[in-house]
């Protein structure tokens, strides 16, 4: 049980995945059902007028967008990938930035799983900790 102040108002609450705590997540869930009814009965509504006429942060519903939560609705707004820019329908990342990513990822796993095989099962390591640890205490 992890107790953790919301992000947002400061309280103290059990925080079990969001750093808000309910109360927030509650307001957050209203603002963001005011923001789709909105935009459905404005639909040429941009998002700098859709955050001023509702007293929204832009920040908010480019998160919305992230989330993809917005995509039936206003399919046409895009949020930007985080490492190159580019227009994304949702997430933080490209498609291409993505498997960038992974293949980093991939690449810097290899290396471990090499010295792996050529170690003989980790024993010879283990001894030597040992051996080293034993050293030490006399």
């Excluded at 108002?9 to 705590?21: E, T």
């Excluded at 967008?65 to 580019?86: D, F, M």
Aim: charged letters at 35%; one cysteine or more.
């Amino acid at each position: 049980m992890n107790l953790a102040n919301c992000a947002r108002c400061g309280k103290v609450f059990m925080k079990v995945r969001s750093p808000i705590c309910p109360d927030c997540q509650r307001e957050e869930e209203e603002l963001a059902q005011k923001v789709i009814e909105y935009i459905k009965e404005n639909p040429e509504a941009s998002v700098a007028e859709v955050a001023t006429k509702l007293e929204v942060d832009v920040e908010f519903i480019q998160e919305l967008i992230r989330e993809g939560r917005l995509i039936k609705v206003k399919p046409a707004w895009k949020a930007h990938c985080r490492q190159c820019g580019a227009p994304i329908s949702s997430g933080d990342l490209c498609s291409e930035c993505r498997s960038k990513l992974a293949a980093e990822l991939s690449k810097a796993k290899s290396p471990k799983t090499q010295e792996k095989s050529e170690n003989d099962s980790g024993k010879t390591s283990m001894k030597i900790y040992l051996y080293d640890r034993v050293k030490r205490n006399d």
